[in-house]
């Protein structure tokens, strides 16, 4: 099962940031990021907060019904159920979204 802290373990690799990175950047001991990301204690949600603020990330609360569906819109990349692939298709939603986020 794949969790929230393996999520942002994930998310801290892929940006290239070391564990005393990210505990400086988010505020946190580095033992605790360690211990964290080990599994050896259950962070609060305060904490999980902290880590994924200092990341870039949010976390939402989403009702369970729509829970795959959104999953699959995401790993779409936002693009329309039957939208058409390459160069000239539409922007997805999800560019749009990113594009009017930077104004």
Do not use: C
Not at 25 to 49: F, N, W
Not at 52 to 65: F, I, Q, S
């Amino acid at each position: 099962m794949i969790t929230i802290v393996h999520q942002l373990i994930k998310v801290r690799e892929s940006k290239q940031l070391s564990q005393i990175a990210f505990a400086d950047k988010a505020g946190l001991s580095r033992m605790t990021i360690v211990r964290t990301e080990h599994g050896q204690i259950d962070p609060r949600l305060s904490t999980i907060l902290v880590m994924a603020r200092a990341l870039g990330l949010d976390l939402m609360l989403v009702p369970k019904e729509l829970k795959q569906p959104l999953e699959e819109f995401i790993q779409s990349g936002g693009r329309y159920v039957g939208q058409a692939p390459g160069i000239e298709a539409p922007r997805s939603i999800v560019d749009s979204l990113l594009s009017e986020g930077k104004k």
